[in-house]
């Protein structure tokens, strides 16, 4: 029994899918996401785009995986809003269990009634790969699943 728990425990997980959480502040003007992705897939997408080993636990290359991460969410996720891509900044990243949060910011954004979201997260890697989002908005929340090839979705308030 031991041996089946130490051996399944190097298993990889038998599901594909990131969490990206928006949420709209009118108060302060602001668009804040987090994106919660497995680790290793994370790391399999880094290692695919830049041909080199990533280990997003090591905090001696923080900052330079910092900079990969930032890069990579740049070209996988993007919003839009009235028509026009928002920038956003990377704030950082946290390890939580086999996950890893990644946090961005949109500074001076205008209230809004629809906003399209671009996500292809880790399709790239996995064809199986499944990007759910949550985006609140006025305090109406409202949910989607995008299931690859499927990049796009226009959310309405």
């Given at each position: 029994?031991?041996?089946?728990?130490?051996?399944?425990?190097?298993?990889?997980?038998?599901?594909?899918?990131?969490?990206?959480?928006?949420?709209?502040?009118?108060?302060?003007?602001?668009?804040?996401?987090?994106?919660?992705?497995?680790?290793?897939?994370?790391?399999?997408?880094?290692?695919?785009?830049?041909?080199?080993?990533?280990?997003?636990?090591?905090?001696?290359?923080?900052?330079?995986?910092?900079?990969?991460?930032?890069?990579?969410?740049?070209k996988h996720?993007?919003?839009?809003?009235?028509?026009?891509?928002?920038?956003?900044?990377?704030?950082g990243m946290?390890?939580?269990?086999?996950?890893?949060?990644?946090?961005?910011?949109?500074?001076?954004?205008?209230?809004?009634?629809?906003?399209?979201?671009?996500?292809?997260?880790?399709?790239?890697?996995?064809?199986?790969?499944?990007?759910?989002?949550?985006?609140?908005?006025?305090?109406?929340?409202?949910?989607y699943r995008?299931?690859?090839?499927?990049?796009?979705?226009?959310?309405?308030?």
């Amino acid at each position: 029994m031991l041996l089946f728990l130490w051996l399944s425990s190097f298993m990889a997980h038998p599901y594909y899918i990131s969490v990206t959480e928006l949420e709209y502040k009118p108060r302060e003007k602001e668009l804040q996401i987090a994106v919660k992705i497995f680790t290793d897939d994370l790391e399999d997408a880094l290692k695919q785009a830049h041909h080199q080993k990533i280990n997003l636990q090591n905090k001696e290359e923080q900052k330079k995986n910092e900079a990969l991460v930032s890069a990579y969410l740049q070209k996988h996720l993007n919003i839009q809003v009235a028509g026009k891509n928002l920038n956003y900044s990377f704030e950082g990243m946290q390890q939580e269990e086999e996950a890893t949060w990644m946090f961005l910011l949109v500074k001076n954004v205008a209230p809004f009634t629809t906003a399209t979201v671009n996500n292809d997260l880790l399709y790239e890697t996995r064809s199986d790969q499944v990007n759910i989002m949550h985006f609140v908005n006025k305090g109406d929340r409202k949910s989607y699943r995008l299931t690859n090839p499927d990049k796009s979705y226009s959310f309405s308030w």
